[in-house]
């Protein structure tokens, strides 16, 4: 391909670059169309210099060093022209990869994924890393579309990139393929249920564990509750909003939502067909499952969910909640407990403590560094609405957090901004 970076040294590079610097145009937040495609290029590449070539549009910035051992780093975002159908999508998609100078294409990529978008069409999406051909510090994400009669391709090369700089790009860059609409009647990333979709309405969940490898070479049992909130309209998500608006949860948090539909009527519906998005490219996941109602509550496949009542507004509780959380292993350990006490009277005290022990490079195998924190006191009044518990401290500070009850007849465990809390005994 013709116009991409190509293999040259570090100095080549910032050469080249001060070429583009001299000729090109600030990049405009607008949609823009090239060739059938059309994206909306986000506010993060706005200040980026922006090359209009024979196959594609480039965009460069140059970020400066942040201290003074930090280096100079360069990032390039590739969108490349809509190429006719290959017949060939996954060897054209390796072939673009491969055209990329700078990015190794020897080896397995770090990450790689292959689905379909929420518009039908398939999708590629590999991470490569962690030096270039030059011998600099590199991550590079390359994307590739097939979309009926066109393929298309992105790609966004980092060199040098310091982390807390590289994240916003990245971000920039996903948003963007969520985005990228392959044809004209492509709506991008837009979770809008068909007409007729929908039907329930609550929230459910069920108790999930799992064990999970953890950074000290242990494992860690982890228990959760899966929860799913349903709106009528045909939405759904796996997380609960700040405000209760899942339409507008979902257009901030696009990887926790999908649609659904109920199959066999609403009332006696055998099956449910479920969309939503696998991660922040925009892949799509779709799913047929069985479905049936229960007595309190639901089953889809084979796992079943207890419906879980929200709270009346102003509702009050009398107690203390603790969650405990660990994890430990041949080389140390880390804990820690989070207190949290309401009073009928609406309100608050919390506090908490970690503590942690490290045994890594110890001949001996006893502790090398071990340490506690815990938490100022915080008190303050507390207000219960639904699903949602908002705490308002006696600085001035307020923070709101998803609550539920997973046993409808006791408040012996309260789930609270996503975390088990059970009850103490008086």
Request: glycine share 12%; hydrophobic share 35%.
């Amino acid at each position: 391909m013709t116009g991409y970076p190509s293999r040259r040294g570090a100095g080549g590079v910032w050469a080249a670059l001060a070429v583009l610097i001299a000729t090109a145009q600030p990049a405009r937040p607008a949609e823009t169309a090239l060739g059938v495609a059309r994206f909306d290029l986000p506010a993060a590449f706005e200040d980026w210099t922006r090359r209009e070539m024979s196959d594609g549009l480039l965009f460069q910035r140059v970020y400066e060093p942040s201290g003074p051992r930090g280096r100079k780093g360069l990032a390039i975002l590739l969108v490349a022209k809509p190429k006719p159908a290959s017949g060939a999508f996954d060897t054209a998609f390796t072939q673009f990869v491969r055209g990329i100078k700078q990015v190794p294409s020897e080896g397995k990529p770090l990450t790689a994924k292959a689905g379909e978008t929420l518009d039908g069409h398939p999708i590629r999406i590999e991470q490569r890393c962690c030096r270039s051909s030059d011998g600099l510090r590199m991550n590079a994400w390359f994307v590739g579309i097939a979309a009926g009669g066109s393929e298309h391709y992105l790609m966004l090369l980092t060199l040098q990139l310091e982390r807390e700089s590289e994240k916003p790009v990245r971000e920039a860059f996903q948003a963007l393929v969520r985005a990228y609409r392959p044809s004209k009647d492509d709506r991008g990333l837009v979770l809008a249920p068909k007409p007729g979709e929908g039907g329930m309405d609550g929230l459910y969940a069920r108790t999930e564990t799992r064990l999970m490898p953890n950074a000290f070479g242990g494992m860690d049992f982890i228990a959760d509750q899966a929860t799913l909130l349903f709106d009528k309209g045909g939405l759904y998500t796996t997380e609960l909003p700040r405000d209760g608006d899942i339409a507008g949860h979902c257009r901030a948090e696009v990887t926790t939502c999908g649609t659904y539909a109920l199959k066999g009527g609403w009332l006696s519906a055998n099956r449910i067909d479920r969309v939503e998005v696998e991660n922040s490219f925009g892949l799509a996941k779709r799913s047929s499952e069985a479905f049936a109602r229960t007595k309190d509550g639901i089953r889809i496949g084979d796992k079943t969910y207890a419906t879980m009542p929200p709270f009346a507004e102003g509702h009050r509780f009398s107690g203390t909640w603790s969650h405990t959380f660990g994890s430990s292993g041949p080389t140390g350990a880390v804990g820690g407990t989070r207190t949290l006490t309401l009073s009928p009277d609406g309100r608050f005290t919390r506090e908490s403590s970690t503590g942690f022990s490290s045994t890594g490079g110890s001949i001996d195998g006893g502790t090398t560094v071990a340490g506690h924190s815990r938490r100022p006191l915080q008190s303050g009044r507390y207000a219960v609405s639904g699903f949602r518990i908002t705490l308002s401290d006696e600085a001035g500070g307020t923070e709101s957090l998803s609550l539920f009850a997973p046993d409808r007849d006791t408040d012996k465990l309260l789930v609270i901004g996503g975390a088990n809390y059970l009850k103490q005994a008086k």
